[in-house]
T-cell receptor, first 115, second 115 residues
Framework: AQKVTQAQTEISVVEKEDVTLDCVYE???????LFWYKQPPSGELVFLIR??????QNEISGRYSWNFQKSTSSFNFTITASQVVDSAVYFC????????????FGTGTKLQVIP | EAGVTQFPSHSVIEKGQTVTLRCDPI?????LYWYRRVMGKEIKFLLH????????ESGMPNNRFLAERTGGTYSTLKVQPAELEDSGVYFC?????????????FGPGTRLTVL
C-alpha cells in the first residue's frame, strides 16, 4: 500500500523567509510518480510538479525547489523568499507508474505567510 | 482547451437530503477520477472510471454514494441520503490514458456542506 506523510500540519513564516515543507512516502513499487499540489484559499488544486522515481535530479523553478532523496523516501519542497501569495495548503502525493494511477495524497501542510 | 469543470462549486444541504455533483472531464480523456477531502484530512481516492466502466471503486465510503458516467463523458456523484460526515471538498480529475506519463488534471472541486 502507498502512504504519504506530511508531518507538518501548519507552518507560519514571515514574508521573505525561506520555508521547507517535508514529505515522506512509502511504496512497494520500484517506479512511481511524486507530486506537489497547491490548494489556495479559493479551493482548487494547482499542480506544481511531477517527478519520476528514476529521476533524482533536484529541480528549481523560480522561488520553488524540490529535493528528492530516494534513499530516505523524501520529496521536500522549499519556497525561497516566501510571499503572502504563497499562503495555501500544500499536498504531497504519490502514484504508481503505469497502470491506473490513482493518486495517494498526504494530509497537507497549511502554510501561512505573514506580511 | 477547457479544463476539468465541476458543478456546483458549493452546495449546502441538510442531513438526509440528496445532492448530485457533476464533473465534466477534459474532452477526449477516458479516465475520470473522484477524490474527496474531509476537513483537515488527506485527499482520498473514491473511484476511477475508464470510459463508462468503473475500474476501481475501492474508495467509495458506503452505499449512500453512487457514481455514474453514462456514455463515458461527464460523471455524476450522488449522495443519498447525505450525512454530516460527508461534508468536504469533492475533486474530480481526468487523464487521457493509462500508463506512462499519464498526468491527472484536477477540477476546482465542489465544496459540500451538510448541516
Amino acid at each position: 500500500a502507498q502512504k504519504v506523510t506530511q508531518a507538518q500540519t501548519e507552518i507560519s513564516v514571515v514574508e521573505k523567509e525561506d520555508v521547507t515543507l517535508d514529505c515522506v512516502y512509502e511504496t512497494r513499487d520500484t517506479t512511481y510518480y511524486l507530486f506537489w499540489y497547491k490548494q489556495p484559499p479559493s479551493g482548487e488544486l494547482v499542480f506544481l510538479i511531477r517527478r519520476n522515481s528514476f529521476d533524482e535530479q533536484n529541480e528549481i523553478s523560480g522561488r520553488y525547489s524540490w529535493n528528492f532523496q530516494k534513499s530516505t523516501s523524501s520529496f521536500n519542497f522549499t519556497i525561497t523568499a516566501s510571499q503572502v501569495v504563497d499562503s495555501a495548503v500544500y499536498f504531497c502525493a504519490l502514484s504508481e507508474f503505469g497502470g491506473y494511477q490513482k493518486v495517494t495524497f498526504g494530509t497537507g501542510t497549511k502554510l501561512q505567510v505573514i506580511p | 482547451e477547457a479544463g476539468v469543470t465541476q458543478f456546483p462549486s458549493h452546495s449546502v444541504i441538510e442531513k438526509g437530503q440528496t445532492v448530485t455533483l457533476r464533473c465534466d472531464p477534459i474532452s477526449g480523456h477516458d479516465n475520470l477520477y473522484w477524490y474527496r477531502r474531509v476537513m483537515g484530512k488527506e485527499i482520498k481516492f473514491l473511484l476511477h472510471f475508464v470510459k463508462e466502466s468503473k475500474q476501481d471503486e475501492s474508495g467509495m465510503p458506503n452505499n449512500r454514494f453512487l457514481a455514474e458516467r453514462t456514455g463515458g463523458t461527464y460523471s455524476t456523484l450522488k449522495v443519498q441520503p447525505a450525512e454530516l460526515e460527508d461534508s468536504g471538498v469533492y475533486f474530480c480529475a481526468s487523464s487521457i490514458q493509462t500508463g506512462g506519463s499519464n498526468e491527472q488534471f484536477f477540477g476546482p472541486g465542489t465544496r459540500l456542506t451538510v448541516l
